[in-house]
């Protein structure tokens, strides 16, 4: 699984590919765990994650549909917002800050066939908190010579990848808090590309890769819909290239 993807560079992009206004600041090019990035969501989605954790009484005696799930109100806007947030999940039932500093580089990535059953992810994706992840490439180690070679993955064309996500709001006793979130992945064993990279004899697999036009139909789909967004895209349409650059290497002290 990758833990290493690239930006955008250019604000023009998130306009063009995403119809979203870009931040004001782009960030960091090359993304680690723990590093801040930007994940999209709908207008509504995002208002709502801006808002403080509503008492437990008070959710449990009004229960409400997670934002953007779809209901019998008339249909939200589609408006797309663009958030800051950390990569790698931290969930809601997180004890403390210092908790979720230990499990947030080891939830960067979801696998799609377990997301809805797994500990770490089941209520993010039960809630209907999806995302896409806007990046031009992810890196994958290619290990066929017995040295790990970075291997840059991108589109042959050139233009960026929208990554299925989940994303998660954590705060604090101390009102501290953490927007987070993941790339969801699928098993990419019989892919034509992708089953080249990755630890010999394990499972392989890949970021599920949008189509651009099922970015808002991802976004709004039901729970149980959710899991025919997660395909494989096609070999053809990405390309891997070695890179030997000190800047793609993993930094010392990342995951500090």
Same mark, same amino acid.
């Given at each position: 699984? $990758?833990?290493? #993807?690239?930006?955008?560079?250019? =604000?023009?992009?998130?306009?063009?590919?995403?119809?979203?206004e870009p931040p004001q600041a782009l960030g960091e090019r090359?993304?680690?765990?723990?590093?801040?990035?930007?994940?999209?969501?709908? %207008?509504a989605t995002a208002a709502a994650i801006a808002q403080p954790?509503?008492?437990?009484? %008070?959710?449990?005696?009004?229960? $409400?549909?997670?934002?953007?799930?779809?209901?019998?109100?008339?249909? =939200?806007?589609?408006?797309?917002? @663009?958030?800051?947030? /950390?990569?790698?999940?931290?969930?809601? &039932?997180?004890?403390?800050?210092?908790? =979720?500093? @230990?499990?947030?580089?080891?939830?960067?990535?979801?696998?799609?066939?377990?997301? $809805? *059953?797994? *500990?770490?992810?089941?209520?993010?994706?039960? !809630?209907? /908190?999806?995302?896409?992840?806007?990046?031009? %490439?992810?890196?994958?180690?290619? @290990?066929? $010579?017995?040295?790990?070679?970075?291997?840059?993955? =991108?589109?042959?064309?050139?233009?960026?990848?929208?990554?299925?996500?989940?994303?998660?709001? &954590?705060?604090?006793?101390?009102?501290?808090?953490?927007?987070? #979130?993941?790339?969801?992945?699928? !098993?990419?064993?019989?892919?034509? @590309?992708?089953?080249? #990279?990755?630890?010999?004899?394990?499972?392989?697999?890949?970021?599920?890769?949008?189509?651009?036009? %099922?970015?808002?139909?991802?976004?709004?789909?039901?729970?149980?819909?959710?899991?025919?967004?997660?395909? /494989?895209?096609?070999?053809? &349409?990405?390309?891997? !290239?070695?890179?030997?650059?000190?800047?793609?290497?993993?930094?010392?002290?990342?995951?500090?």
């Open positions: 699984m $990758s833990t290493h #993807y690239e930006t955008l560079t250019h =604000a023009d992009t998130y306009r063009e590919a995403f119809a979203v090359h993304l680690w765990p723990r590093k801040p990035g930007f994940f999209i969501v709908h %207008a954790v509503v008492a437990k009484a %008070a959710a449990d005696a009004e229960p $409400s549909p997670p934002a953007d799930t779809p209901t019998d109100a008339p249909a =939200a806007s589609t408006e797309r917002v @663009l958030v800051p947030a /950390q990569w790698g999940l931290v969930p809601h &039932w997180v004890k403390s800050a210092s908790d =979720a500093k @230990l499990r947030a580089p080891k939830l960067v990535n979801a696998k799609s066939d377990t997301a $809805s *059953t797994g *500990t770490a992810f089941r209520d993010a994706w039960l !809630n209907g /908190q999806r995302c896409i992840v806007p990046m031009v %490439a992810f890196y994958e180690d290619d @290990l066929r $010579s017995g040295k790990a070679v970075p291997t840059r993955v =991108a589109r042959v064309d050139g233009k960026p990848m929208g990554v299925a996500g989940l994303w998660a709001r &954590w705060q604090g006793a101390d009102g501290e808090v953490i927007i987070s #979130y993941c790339l969801l992945t699928v !098993n990419a064993n019989n892919h034509a @590309l992708l089953h080249r #990279y990755g630890q010999p004899g394990s499972e392989k697999s890949m970021p599920a890769i949008l189509n651009e036009g %099922a970015y808002d139909a991802w976004l709004t789909a039901r729970p149980e819909k959710a899991k025919e967004f997660m395909r /494989q895209y096609a070999a053809q &349409w990405l390309t891997a !290239n070695p890179v030997e650059k000190k800047t793609d290497k993993v930094p010392k002290g990342w995951l500090g």
